[in-house]
Nanobody, 125 residues
């Protein structure tokens, strides 16, 4: 089992940057692919980005390509999400999740076994 905890959220103005962290506890963190999802107020939770267990393969939603960067440090059991040029539409609760392997469908939430509690990101215009 993997326990996940997000941190780094906050309130920023449009154009600013934030760096989220997803810390994990439990064995074999390096065996899991990690995804980030977000849920805007009144909307469904959507895929943002995912990274393979090794960090060598990443997948980004079109809405964040070129602005967000995912990385991981398996020794620290942490995945990072660097978010630049934030927009008001990036507002939401950001969740990280762990998957034993999402294959070609990293955007599918049912591919993920473990979820964090989320961290709020608010971007004002």
């Amino acid at each position: 089992q993997v326990l996940l905890a997000e941190s780094g959220g906050g309130l920023v103005q449009a154009g600013a940057s934030l760096k989220l962290s997803c810390g994990a506890s439990g064995p074999a963190f390096g065996n899991y692919a990690i995804g980030w999802f977000r849920q805007a107020p009144g909307k469904e939770r959507d895929f943002v980005v995912a990274i393979s267990w090794s960090g060598g393969i990443t997948h980004y939603a079109d809405s964040v390509k070129g602005r967000f960067t995912i990385s991981r440090d398996n020794a620290k059991k942490t995945v990072y999400l660097q978010m630049n040029s934030l927009k008001p539409e990036d507002t939401g609760v950001y969740y990280c999740a762990a998957s034993v392997g999402y294959g070609s469908t990293p955007y599918r939430q049912d591919e993920y076994l473990y979820w964090g509690q989320g961290t709020q990101v608010s971007v004002s215009s």
